[in-house]
């Protein structure tokens, strides 16, 4: 029996990109390839407010208890090792039994489930078909993975994927990959971080669409390059823009340039609804 260690999983409304409004299950896993300390600091720059939080960590019992940052990884707690010990292993039963739970009909209907990181595509790809072949998970008709677009599929995980879409065809299951590649000012190396070869691939699995975290000029500029890399190699999905921020503050600063900048180049422009509904709370 495979477990996987869960940061959260939570019912919300998916706040971004294409299923923006969908009422969806999240389930955050642990553990990331990367650390984005960049975000929200000025270039070059890194954010040191979550080694202030995990100089504290013993005043903290459980993930919701942790205070929300606005610079550097928003979800830190889902990758940092010092907060490891907040996020359980759980088994398919687990993790099933509580989904039936949040959710309003006790059974899937309408809703999507969301797996998330971290990066969710590392070694848990090989946990994925336990759960989502779990009796209660019958009824899920839509997945979208929440991926930073640097992990392969293994082949195994592929196969499954295709077979899952088609199984139970009345049900119209769909896979999505939301790839939010990281551009410079996450503080990530672009080698590292661009991968177009690793993410053309997600596009014989499922529907992948390209989600850019951006706050400047130079951010823009970084995303035309990154496109223009993934179209060389291919990539025929759609690009989003989406503001950079965690918090309100940041966020309401930069959120009508960056629409407009995506209407100018033909892009799409995803909002992150649970910063202004949910003041991106854990859990929303
Ligand atoms: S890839 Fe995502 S989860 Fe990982 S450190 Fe960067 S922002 Fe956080």
Request: some cysteine; overall charge negative.
């Amino acid at each position: 029996m495979s477990k996987i260690k869960i940061a959260e999983l939570f019912y919300s409304i998916q706040g971004e990109g294409r299923y923006m409004g969908v009422p969806s299950v999240f389930l955050r896993t642990f553990g990331c390839n990367f650390t984005c300390d960049g975000f929200g600091m000025p270039r070059g720059e890194q954010s040191k407010e979550r080694d202030f939080i995990a100089a504290d960590i013993k005043k903290f019992f459980k993930y919701q208890d942790l205070p929300l940052v606005s610079s550097g990884c928003d979800s830190y707690a889902s990758w940092d090792p010092r907060f490891k010990d907040l996020s359980p292993m759980l088994t398919s039963e687990a993790i099933t039994d509580r989904i039936m739970e949040i959710i309003p009909h006790g059974k899937w209907q309408d809703e999507h489930l969301v797996i998330t990181g971290g990066e969710p595509l590392l070694g848990w790809q090989r946990a994925y078909p336990e759960l989502l072949d779990h009796a209660k998970m019958s009824g899920l008709k839509e997945i979208t993975f929440e991926t930073n677009g640097t992990q392969k599929l293994t082949e195994e995980f592929k196969e499954y994927l295709v077979k899952w879409q088609i199984t139970n065809h009345q049900l119209n299951r769909e896979v999505t990959f939301s790839v939010s590649a990281k551009l410079p000012a996450s503080g990530e190396k672009w080698e590292e971080a661009i991968l177009p070869e690793v993410v053309c691939e997600y596009e014989q699995v499922g529907t992948a669409y390209l989600k850019f975290v951006v706050a400047t000029e130079q951010d823009i500029a970084d995303a035309e390059r990154a496109v223009e890399e993934f179209r060389t190699a291919g990539f025929e999905g759609h690009v989003y823009l989406m503001p950079v921020g965690g918090v309100e503050s940041v966020y309401t600063l930069n959120a009508k340039n960056v629409a407009l900048a995506a209407m100018k180049r033909g892009w799409r422009y995803s909002d992150r609804l649970q910063v202004p509904l949910f003041k991106n709370e854990w859990g929303t």
